[in-house]
């Protein structure tokens, strides 16, 4: 029996003033009750209820004691039930990183997260791939959706597929049908900077390879969302994620056409440190990986 049960004992009989309305309340039996206030008046050296046939009524000392014990048990039920609400992932901080190709697929499942975990406080960004892995081991992130790489000290399932996607102005269909087509070659492209994306970037510029491309014209943005506004402000044509950018587009002023090519696509996953007990990042990947599942069918 701790000090601060004798305390909570103490401060349920001095609110209810009977003992056997005070015992149901804690749970015990009133001889168990009694057995407690008399430990804790032996501690104090005082006494704490003056007992008699009309009932338990507080002595003065009791009475100033009950003032200072009731904020003490109150926060500490507070703390209790604050460590119960961790322990089960319902409270908590959770930071995650994500690639735009994992947009849609991330986007999901914080949904049915928050549904679950209200109480949680989320942080997410929009990082590269090549960023967030290190992020991850040096805690800085808790989950990373980023492009499928070999990293065997991190937990990982594939989240999504991906390819590129030609993006262009709805209003210049009747002059181009395809990136192939001969009007492209003099429109500019709006890309992202390789720093930003430098894994993306690097199957943009295989693509140009393949084709034969070399643009007479490039503006470097560091956002995909301001890759779609310029395209669709009829400022040039664009290469991006297929997959995220298709839920995304005004389909009455883009046109979004997937490519299919050599070496074109890609896979991302969901990553994890392999050593994690955080309850709420464990309840995170559940229910992140029961999204991806049924996702991907």
């Known amino acids: 029996m701790t000090r601060i049960d004798l ?24 001889p168990t009750l009694t057995k407690q206030i008399a430990r804790l008046e032996d501690i104090l050296g005082q006494l704490l209820f003056h007992r008699s046939r009309q009932g ?18 109150r926060e500490a039920d507070r703390i209790w039930a604050r460590g119960l609400r961790m322990a089960a992932g319902q409270t908590g901080q959770l930071a995650i990183g994500f690639t735009f190709s994992a947009l849609e697929v991330m986007t999901r499942a914080l949904i049915a ?10 942080s997410f960004d929009d990082i590269s791939s090549q960023s967030q892995l290190p992020m991850l081991r040096e805690h800085r992130l808790d989950v990373a959706f980023a492009r499928l790489q070999d990293s065997p000290d991190l937990s990982s399932c594939i989240v999504s597929s991906d390819r590129l996607a030609f993006v262009f102005p709805a209003e210049r269909a009747g002059e181009i049908e395809s990136i192939d087509s001969p009007a492209v070659r003099h429109m500019p492209f709006i890309r992202l900077k390789h720093a930003i994306a430098p894994g993306f970037e690097g199957a943009v510029q295989r693509l140009f390879e393949w084709k034969g491309i070399e643009p007479a014209v490039t503006h470097w943005v560091n956002e995909s969302l301001v890759q779609l506004r310029m395209v669709a402000a009829g400022l040039g044509v664009a290469i991006m994620h297929g997959s995220a950018v298709s839920s995304l ?25 392999s050593t994690e007990k955080k309850p709420v990042v464990l309840q995170f990947l559940k229910i992140a990986e029961g999204v991806a599942a049924s996702f991907q069918k």
């Not at 587009?249 to 440190?273: H, N």
């Open 7 to 30: 305390l909570r004992s103490f401060v349920i009989l001095g609110e209810a003033g009977n003992y056997t309305i005070a015992a149901d309340r804690l749970g015990i039996s009133q």
């Open 249 to 273: 587009i005004d389909r009455s002023r883009l046109v979004v056409q997937p490519i299919d090519g050599p070496d074109l696509g890609w896979q991302t996953a969901m990553y994890w440190r």
């Open 56 to 73: 338990t009524e507080l002595t003065d000392f009791g009475r100033q004691f009950l003032v200072e014990a009731q904020p003490l048990v």
């Open 113 to 122: 997260y928050r549904e679950t975990f209200p109480d949680v406080e989320i």
